[in-house]
């Protein structure tokens, strides 16, 4: 765990270097890609560790940037409102999990990608609250230029990052990590030799929803309005899937890769295939699954990365 820790401490030092360049286009995709990562290393808690096909990324990064904007239409300061973001994400994780982690395969992946759509109709209702579909704006912050804000902001995202990366670590060498990954082998044995499934599956799904819900709220502060299409789009549970399959499933640094790979690719394509980017971005990234299978991380084993235990260790 040191050395992964020592590994993580040197990439967000490099990271931490990028405002430096006073470019505004490299700050705005220096925090899309903080952004990215964070959902890819979030949806890894449940899908990659415990192997649960969760689609509620979406979900979560939709209830964090409204309950943030709510609560700074409220007058509340900020950084307080991205508390409660994180805090209302945290609860909804906790009581959805206790709801859909009954369910298992395809049936919990529908179930979960069915909750982003609920609660952008709830949104859409609450006219009066939310704005409805005609969005909501949030205050700019006073700082002393665009320049200065899109510093805070980059730097907001980088510290949500090293705390997501940090828990990442700290559950994959803790009891934690070790009931997850047996889970994901055995659901069915882990739980006939003593493994509380239901405490360890909820657990990774309240970590897997909390630091979205903070990533949401942040986002929403940093572009100043949102609207339902636009924060519950289905996109945010799809990319950390993709990212966290081309970099590495269920390892430590895998998701870093994988959201730094898809964002690389899509600025790409994007740029020279503007009329069919969306179909060439697919293209490339269904030909990077299927001939790295086990992502960027297997081509050299990660420090960090996660060693399966066999069932018959675990103690009861």
Known sequence: MRRSAYIAAAIFALVAL??????????????????????????????????YPSFASAAFFGLGAYAGAVSQKLAMPMVLAWGIAGLASLLFAALLGLALLRLRGHYFAIASLVVAEVLRELVNSATDLTGGGMGLNLPVPRMASVQAQAVFFYYAM?????????????????????????????ESAADMLGVNTTFYKVSGFMLSGVFVGFAGAIYASWVHYIEPPDVFDVLYSIKPVVMVLLG??????????????????????????LEVHTGVLGLLIVLLVVFLPRGLIALRRAPGAAQEKPLSRVKA
């Open 158 to 186: 980088l510290i949500l990052a090293a705390v997501t990366l940090a828990a990442m670590i700290l559950t994959t060498h803790s009891k934690l990590g070790f009931g997850l990954r047996c889970i994901k082998q055995n």
């Open 18 to 51: 990028v405002p430096l360049a006073g470019e505004m286009y490299w700050l705005r995709l220096g925090t899309i890609m903080l952004m990215y990562s964070i959902l890819a290393m979030s949806w890894n808690f449940i899908g990659g560790m415990a192997g």
């Open 248 to 273: 590495g499933l269920g390892s430590v640094f895998g998701p870093l890769l994988g959201a730094g790979l898809y964002l690389s690719l899509e600025e790409l394509v994007w740029r020279r295939f």
